[in-house]
């Protein structure tokens, strides 16, 4: 059905697919201004960097972005992804293991081994990046660890960027006081809102574009009613617009207003 649906339409893939795909990135004036933000907070050397948002604002596609354009003789990264209660001990050895380096059994051993890698990239001229995403999943211990990372340094200068991505409630966890000497460290941070109407109806536009479809498959009022059922969070917009294409393509349509507003609710297509 996908396949013959996006056949007919003329797309070569789909354009609302919810996977992470760097050429899909559309730069929208705040998507533009986080990555050049981003990468001034990591060129400058920043030790700790926050990139929070709702979730499926963009913040994943938009930190590999910034990854995949770091310059590799200078930086060296590494992507970590948290899943939900992940201690210390677990992240240290996920960041080990992106490394290509053996962990050692307890924390302190793992902490030192990351150290001296630092260290031994340092005199090669790279600095260590690390992104850390869906970081609002860490326990309180790992959170606690990423401090001890940013403190690692030369006389110089600090070894490590550690990228933070995370959900908004991450911010407020962090205004406990148990997290003052961590929050502190966070000198550089950047946000992700949801898409204006306009950011919105470029967004799609761009999407179908770049799929091999036209523009002209979305009548001009559709725009409205999307922004209305989304709110404007790219993820949502994507599934909404995913759903409506099947479901106008069994009748052998095109998505309607009516139609985006019809999937509301709608158990097993659109659950935004
Ligand atoms: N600026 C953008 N250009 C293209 N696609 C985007 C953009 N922002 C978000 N998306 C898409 O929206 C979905 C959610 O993005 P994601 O990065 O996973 O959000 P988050 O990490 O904030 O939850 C993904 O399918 C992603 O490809
Ligand atoms: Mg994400």
Redesign the pocket.
């Known amino acids: 059905m996908d396949q013959l649906w996006t056949d007919k339409l003329g797309f070569k893939k789909n354009p609302f697919?919810?996977?992470?795909?760097t050429d899909?990135?559309?730069?929208?004036r705040q998507?533009e201004e986080a990555l050049v933000k981003l990468k001034i907070g990591i060129e400058d050397k920043h030790a700790l960097i926050l990139l929070a948002?709702?979730?499926?604002?963009?913040?994943?596609?938009?930190?590999?972005v910034v990854l995949k354009a770091l310059d590799t003789a200078r930086f060296q990264p590494v992507l970590v992804f948290v899943y939900p209660g992940m201690g210390k001990g677990a992240l240290l050895a996920a960041m080990l293991d992106e490394l290509g380096l053996a962990g050692g059994r307890f924390v302190q051993e793992r902490l030192s081994i990351l150290q001296g890698e630092a260290l031994r990239l340092f005199e090669q001229g790279k600095r260590l990046v690390i992104v850390i995403?869906?970081a609002h999943f860490l326990k309180a211990d790992a959170l606690h660890v990423l401090r001890t990372l940013s403190n690692l340094e030369t006389e110089q200068e600090k070894l490590v960027t550690v990228l933070l991505?995370a959900?908004k409630s991450l911010k407020r966890r962090l205004q406990a006081p148990s997290y003052a000497a961590l929050r502190g460290r966070i000198t550089f941070s950047v946000s992700?809102q949801a898409l204006s109407p306009e950011d919105l109806e470029q967004?799609v536009k761009?999407?179908l574009l770049k799929c091999g479809g036209g523009v002209d498959l979305l009548s001009p009022g559709i725009y409205k009613a999307v922004h209305s059922v989304t709110g404007g969070?790219?993820?949502e917009?994507?599934k909404l617009l995913y759903a409506s294409f099947i479901d106008a393509a069994t009748k052998d349509s095109l998505p309607s207003s009516d139609l985006i507003y019809a999937q509301v609710g709608k158990t097993g297509s659109y659950d935004g």
């Open positions: 697919k919810d996977t992470i795909d899909l990135f559309f730069l929208t998507h948002g709702v979730s499926g604002t963009g913040k994943t596609l938009a930190s590999q995403d869906e991505v959900e992700l967004y761009f999407r969070i790219p993820r917009v994507n």
